[in-house]
């Protein structure tokens, strides 16, 4: 369903945003270690900038863009910071050793900013915006600048800075829809408006930064493209801020498909994209919408009996993109008991995951016991197993909390009676429970008594991962710390639903203990 001809394409720069504006995500928070591989599976599904982070914000921050930089070959990092001294330093402090830094400076430029949180005037702004960008400039060739709240700010005004900005250096400018308030017409206009009134604006990129407030920021960003804009900042399932930024798995796969318009690609391999979103779903605890366009579960399944009768005679019937083209696969053979580890290596290996030996062996210890108690283990299953175990994904931190054992009895009379026990840093504790309304509710007190967290129990939700009557259950737990407004994730997979309970509650609580052990750091 792509335009035959390509050599009328332009190349897009995909700027990620996954573990900057992503991690801004209520709740979203990642350690290093999950930094890392989120990091590498970027480079692999050939972003071209990964903005690793905002280096002044916090020491774990710095270290983190300290440590993809060092890492990251083939894609350029880029670090945030804000028209200041201090922070511009900092960012270079981290992004030095990087084989190709960017420093993104920024600025808000909109005039609710400018009296209410600056107190600048105009002409303040584009001294500050001028000066921050040349002291980026002293360190590194490659600076973008960003007029935080680029849409609500006066054209004229907008103008202006972008032309100083770019005067003194910067070699992108990014056109932030940071509240998320325009529309495709509005952002069409201020891009055409840049380009036709800036004299200097073709010494820099055009890039667009646009946040999903009112459901737009892949309309949005489109409309910039087509306006000319060269950059797009997303971030993968749409992560970020408040309702989240652009997702990049859909603006990328927008201009493969509909490349007959947008006359625009990108170097992304787009068969990465659903391990890349498995991936950040499973560090970040953010799960993905069924019906999430590209990556989500539904995205390529056809429930109605029309449907399914067009698919099969002919696909492109009831589907633009193939399944594949993305990342999902398709396999005829389901694995059960007897298939050997090496059947099971593969399978892993086709649903894009890359696992250690030593992973390998416990995957498959536990994929032998899975497939004692169900007759045949499906994708999904296999997915849930490799995301237990996978080594590059979630490390347990040693100041984790482990669910060691529970013991339930309930009924339909008496309020349920429960024992769990967890260990921490190698002592174990227990606590009892008997007065909740259920079994969900029985074990979240008792586990709440072990940890110790003011927390309440928000929402919680169970789901089969696969059709059948064995199938394994996936719990998710959403948790909420007294007196704050952040949520915390937790999830977990077992036959045993109590179990995935258990852990999923334990899982969302060592989310807590973590981000507070980051912001204690
Ligand atoms: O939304 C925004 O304006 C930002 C800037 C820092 C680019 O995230
Ligand atoms: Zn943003």
Redesign the pocket.
Known sequence: MTSENNSDRRNIVIFD?TLR?GE?SPGASMNLQEKLAVAQALVDLKVDVIEAGFPIASPGDFEAVREIANLVKGAQVCGLARCVNADIDRAWEALKCAENPRIHVFLATSAIHREFKLRMSQEEIIQRAVDGVKRAKGYCDNVEFSP?DACRTEIDFLCQVVEAAIEAGATTVNI?D?VGYTTPPEMTKRIETLINRVPNIDRAIISI?C?NDLGMAVANSLAAVAAGAGQI?CAINGL??RAG?CSLEEVVMAMRTRSDIFRADTRVVSQKLVPTSRLVSKVTGLKVPRNKAIVGQNAFAHESGVHQDGVLKERTTYEIMSAESVGFVKNDLVLGKHSGRAALADRIKSLGFDVTPESLSQIFDEFKRLADIKKEVYDADIIAIVDRFSSNQRRSADEDWKCVSYELSCGSTPSPAIKVVLSHCGEEKSATFNQGDGPVHAMFGAVRQVIGLPVTLKEFKLEAVTGGSDAQGEAVVFLNVENSETTYQGSAISTDVIEATFLAIVDAMNRIQRARRLRTK
Do not use: K, L, V
């Open positions: 945003t504006d801004q935080e932030p940071t930064h946040h900042e970020g801020e930024n």
